[in-house]
């Protein structure tokens, strides 16, 4: 067994006090107190590539608990990153000071369905698909649908104002939450907003959403539900280029059409998801549309006319295909939010841009992806929400081979850039966190970053709410670490975990 903590730079470390895991341990109990250097390193990564080791992590059942957690921190001035199910694509969830990592997963509950007023309550550890699983069968569902809905929390979900292929028509997190219960800097569970509409005074429901844990930690969250439309039929649309995918698309905007999810995949992410999947795509398919008509029957009937003729009537159209059964629309949908599960049998490492563009500058950009890809020598599959200009650009490699990690690392750079010289931003869905820091003064002034600081600051003055993130920080940088290293440079050849 490991013989104690160390750091991911493999140098000793403190460990946190025993005075101060007593007290922890007095207010969660001791199973809610994790401090074993086994426990720790689980909690050292998510999605992202970085890593960094908590001091010790906690996991609350009750937003009291994390309450007395948050006055114990403040007076001995830890670090308080909060977590749920770690599938962060950009470090949001990365200990970079250490201190404690909320665990959010034990407070997974619904706590009110409330269906005359769409409504529900909800814990931030709750698993979003198992939200609208609940809920089906009142005829409701949650529309915000992040590709990792089946291991995403809603708590997760609020701190990046996560979006999904269903919300080019009902909007991003941010539009169906109505109410969070959140612990601040000194302490106190506090409530913004909730259940009644049209709320005076400031949006501060709004604010916090999409602030990434920067704010708080919020303990509860009330939720808009939608009445489940009675009709969907989805197409998948064949092209022969992804030029002739993105005509269709425009097309489609231009004559009015808002489908409920408009989704592309290119040529390698097609062949990629087609051997994981066998979703029989038509062979030799540039790129692939995956379009989703949704509402009463007879708007249905009506619009999926319209998109039929304008997919099939796009140069360069090779086939449009009806999903004729519930069963073979629920298998073109787990095949494109497979998408990041199939990029593991390209290579064992990713790296996803999460960038945004203009939709006219789609095609544009989406030839620059190409041409750094040949040009860095990395594997470059693209899936997109096209529908709202949200690119997601994977670069599928090998940490194992020398050299590599630059190289991604300097395609991913000249992407954002590419996007944002699109007059597009940096981010899409998946926060600014750890990674995306550098890149914010691409597209803020000093003086817009200071603003938002003062802003940070008024919710977390004592600087210790998931500290280093969202703005530029240089004392938060972290190891540049590849995947396969990381923690294992700290772990002698005696140790087990």
Known sequence: MASGPASAEGGARTALPARIISQLREILGPDGVLTRYEDLLVYEYDAYMDRALPEAVIRPTTGQQLAAVVQLAVRERLAITARGGASGLSGGTIPVRGGLVVDLNSMHRILKVDPDNGLALVQP????????????PLGLYYAPDPSSQKTSTIGGNIAENSGGPHCLSHGMTTNHIVGLELVTRDGLLCTLGGPAPDAPGYDLVGLAVGSE??????????????????????????????????AAVSALVAAGVVPGALELMDEPSIQALEAAFHVGYPPG????????????????????????????????????????????????????????????????????????????KLADVLGTVRQL???????????????????????????????????????????????????????GEHGVGLEKRKYMPLIFTPHDLEKMA??????????????????????????????????GAAIGPDTWV
Request: hydrophobic share 45%; aromatic share 6%; with cysteine.
């Open 125 to 136: 550890g709750l698993i979003n698909l198992d939200l609208t699983t609940a809920v089906t």
């Open 213 to 246: 844990g920067t704010f708080g930690v919020v303990t509860q969250a009330w939720v808009r539900l939608l009445i489940a439309p009675p009709v969907t039929v989805t197409f998948l649309a064949a092209y022969e280029t992804i030029e002739a995918a993105g």
């Open 285 to 360: 398919a540039g790129a692939i549309l995956l379009v989703d008509v949704e509402g009463l029957p007879e708007a249905v009937e009506e619009q999926e006319v319209l998109v039929r003729r304008i997919c099939e009537e796009t140069p360069g159209s090779m086939v449009v295909q009806y999903a004729g059964t519930q069963a073979e629309r629920d298998k073109l949908w787990a095949a494109r939010k497979g998408a990041l599960a199939a990029c593991g049998r390209v290579a064992p490492n990713y790296y996803l841009c999460d960038g945004t563009v203009p939709r006219s």
């Open 373 to 427: 890809g040949i040009r860095y020598g990395v594997n470059v599959m693209t899936v997109a929400h096209i529908g709202d200009g949200n690119l997601h650009p994977i670069i599928a490699f090998d940490a194992l081979e020398e050299g590599i990690i630059p190289r991604v690392e300097a395609a991913h750079d000249e992407l954002v850039e590419a996007c944002v010289e699109a007059g597009g931003t940096i981010t």
């Open 454 to 487: 003062l802003v940070r600051d008024a919710f977390n003055s004592t600087g210790l709410f998931n500290p280093g993130k969202v703005l530029p920080d240089p004392g938060a940088e972290t190891a540049k670490v590849a995947i396969p290293i990381g923690i």
